[in-house]
Every structure is written in structure tokens, then in C-alpha cells.
């Protein structure tokens, strides 16, 4: 893993450099997009200081980007780009081997809505349609900037699409035969050391102060996560160390 020399008192792919730049980006995007009139620039700058104020700083950098992607956006990344047992990489990949997790409305009218190959067989063979396609991924990625780059996560020797569909769709739709990617390996493992929401833990925590039967449910939930994930642990030991804001 790519890591900055520096103190370190959290696991040391929490700190990888490659996962640090997509979240950056992801998270600029999406905040740029959703709040008018606030630059990319200024908002990546924001973020980044945020990262360099040490264990505390890594504690906000995290969970600010799972408020953003699984609270905003409702896209639980989190786990895949902090597993310590998964590995990202950026790389230009064949756009027909694509596939989609997330069905499109504009595909629904095709007989198949994932695989790309079989998308474009189909489409081959169907030139009105084709036709049909195009201006509507004209239409739906009209403004998307061209070097926000998509995010691909290869399982059972597939690359599914996690972000990035509409752009991902253009290019097959205009033969585009490659395309780059931030490819996520997950080496067909479930996620291990991944980072969990301080929120999520202290919530858990709370609920059981005004429902004590749930004690013993959410002390197998926590018992789970600080099994699977020795960052768990650490956020929460960091969270209690730092002053009330």
C-alpha cells in the first residue's frame, strides 16, 4: 500500500494515498454538485486539511465521506475502500467487459440491462434503438466532467460498475473500446478492517440506555464489527478522547 511517513496510530491502509484521492474526489464532486456555488478546489482543500490534522483528522476524513456517499448518496463505499484486504488501482480496462450493479431507466426497455457485451449485441442488431440510446446518454450526461473517472469493483472475475454507470454506458454507446477506472480487486473476500462509522457505534451504544432489552442484540452487533474490524475499536477510543465541538 501507498502510505504517507507519517505517525500513525490507526491501521496503515486507512492512510493509503490511492483511497485517500478517490474519496477526495468523491467526496468534492458530490458536495460541488449538491451545494451550489462552492468549487471543487475549495471544497478538496477543506477536506484535505482535514486529513493532515493527524488521528483526529482521520476519524472526521472518514466519517465525513460515509455521511456524504452512504448518507447523501445512499452508496455504502466506505467498507469497500478502507478493507485491509481489498486493493485499488487505477487502470484502463475494456469497456464492453463491464457489467451493471444498479439497473438504468433508460435500458429498461432492453432484454438484457447489465452485461455489456450482451447490451451491445443486442444493439448491433437494432440500430434504431441504438440510436435511441445515444441521445439519451447525451441527454443524462450533458455537464458530467469527462475526467471524473468511474469506479469499478471486480468480483467472481467480473467489473461491475459501483459509480459511474451513466459515463460507463456512453462510452459503449460510442464505441469507445476503452475507458479508465479506479478498479477495486476484492479478491472475492468479504471486507475485513474496514471503517466503521463512529455515529454507527455510538448510536448503537445510546439505543440500549433507553431500551435495555436490546443489551444483549447490540452487544453481538458491536461484538461483530470490533471482530471484523480492529478500526472499529480505535474510533471509538479516539472519538472519546477528543473535547466536545
Same mark, same amino acid.
Not at 478502507?82 to 431507466?105: K, M
Given at each position: 500500500?501507498?502510505?504517507?511517513?507519517?505517525?500513525?496510530?490507526?491501521?496503515?491502509?486507512?492512510?493509503?494515498?490511492?483511497?485517500?484521492?478517490?474519496?477526495?474526489?468523491?467526496? !468534492?464532486?458530490?458536495?460541488?454538485?449538491?451545494?451550489?456555488?462552492?468549487?471543487?478546489?475549495?471544497?478538496?482543500?477543506?477536506?484535505?486539511?482535514?486529513?493532515?490534522?493527524?488521528?483526529?483528522?482521520?476519524?472526521?476524513?472518514?466519517?465525513?465521506?460515509?455521511?456524504? !456517499?452512504?448518507?447523501?448518496?445512499? /452508496?455504502?463505499?466506505?467498507?469497500?475502500?478502507? !478493507?485491509?484486504?481489498?486493493?485499488?488501482?487505477?487502470?484502463?480496462?475494456?469497456?464492453?467487459?463491464?457489467?451493471?450493479?444498479?439497473?438504468?431507466?433508460?435500458?429498461?426497455?432492453?432484454?438484457?440491462?447489465?452485461?455489456?457485451?450482451?447490451?451491445?449485441?443486442?444493439?448491433?442488431?437494432?440500430?434504431?434503438?441504438?440510436?435511441?440510446?445515444?441521445?439519451? !446518454?447525451?441527454?443524462?450526461? /450533458?455537464? /458530467?466532467?469527462?475526467?471524473?473517472?468511474?469506479?469499478?469493483? /471486480?468480483?467472481?472475475?467480473?467489473?461491475?460498475?459501483?459509480?459511474?454507470?451513466?459515463?460507463?454506458?456512453?462510452?459503449?454507446?460510442?464505441?469507445?473500446?476503452?475507458?479508465?477506472?479506479?478498479?477495486?480487486?476484492?479478491?472475492?473476500?468479504?471486507?475485513?478492517?474496514?471503517?466503521?462509522?463512529?455515529?454507527?457505534?455510538?448510536?448503537?451504544?445510546?439505543?440500549?440506555?433507553?431500551?435495555?432489552?436490546?443489551?444483549?442484540?447490540?452487544?453481538?452487533?458491536?461484538?461483530?464489527?470490533?471482530?471484523?474490524?480492529?478500526?472499529?475499536?480505535?474510533?471509538?477510543?479516539?472519538?472519546?478522547?477528543?473535547?466536545?465541538?
Amino acid at each position: 500500500m501507498d502510505t504517507q511517513n507519517r505517525s500513525q496510530s490507526y491501521p496503515a491502509h486507512l492512510y493509503d494515498e490511492t483511497c485517500r484521492v478517490i474519496a477526495l474526489e468523491w467526496m !468534492a464532486r458530490d458536495i460541488s454538485s449538491k451545494l451550489l456555488g462552492i468549487p471543487r478546489f475549495v471544497v478538496r482543500g477543506r477536506l484535505q486539511r482535514q486529513y493532515d490534522t493527524g488521528d483526529t483528522g482521520i476519524l472526521d476524513f472518514w466519517n465525513s465521506f460515509e455521511a456524504i !456517499a452512504g448518507g447523501m448518496l445512499l /452508496k455504502p463505499a466506505v467498507r469497500r475502500l478502507t !478493507a485491509s484486504n481489498y486493493t485499488w488501482e487505477r487502470r484502463t480496462v475494456q469497456t464492453i467487459e463491464l457489467s451493471l450493479f444498479a439497473r438504468l431507466e433508460q435500458l429498461a426497455t432492453l432484454p438484457e440491462q447489465s452485461n455489456f457485451r450482451v447490451i451491445w449485441g443486442y444493439l448491433q442488431s437494432h440500430p434504431d434503438e441504438l440510436t435511441r440510446q445515444r441521445k439519451l !446518454a447525451s441527454k443524462f450526461t /450533458k455537464g /458530467k466532467r469527462k475526467r471524473d473517472l468511474p469506479i469499478l469493483r /471486480k468480483r467472481d472475475g467480473k467489473l461491475w460498475i459501483d459509480d459511474g454507470s451513466g459515463r460507463c454506458l456512453r462510452a459503449l454507446l460510442y464505441e469507445q473500446p476503452t475507458i479508465e477506472a479506479w478498479v477495486c480487486d476484492t479478491h472475492d473476500q468479504q471486507p475485513r478492517d474496514y471503517w466503521v462509522p463512529t455515529s454507527e457505534l455510538i448510536n448503537l451504544v445510546k439505543l440500549c440506555s433507553d431500551r435495555p432489552e436490546l443489551l444483549e442484540p447490540v452487544r453481538a452487533i458491536l461484538r461483530v464489527y470490533f471482530e471484523e474490524s480492529e478500526t472499529a475499536r480505535l474510533s471509538v477510543q479516539t472519538a472519546k478522547r477528543q473535547p466536545p465541538k
